[in-house]
């Protein structure tokens, strides 16, 4: 539990956004993180598919 809070408060403060935006987002499935890719935009799961 205390490091999926810290994982959001970093994406939160990271992307300048608030922490209950981001906490929505996981809720809503519109944002995953995941073990084996960090979330920065670029991985497997980003809206482009990971390619730049």
């Known amino acids: 539990m ?3 809070l810290l994982r959001l ?3 939160a403060y990271s992307g300048g ?3 209950g935006e981001i906490a929505a987002d ?3 499935r519109r944002l995953r993180f995941n ?3 960090d ?3 670029d991985g ?3 809206p482009d598919g990971g390619t730049g």
Do not use: I, M, Q, T
């Open 35 to 37: 073990d084996d890719f």
């Open 44 to 46: 497997p799961y980003s």
């Open 17 to 19: 956004r608030l922490l």
């Open 2 to 4: 205390e490091e999926g």
């Open 26 to 28: 996981v809720v809503a």
């Open 39 to 41: 979330d920065d935009g």
């Open 9 to 11: 408060r970093a994406h």
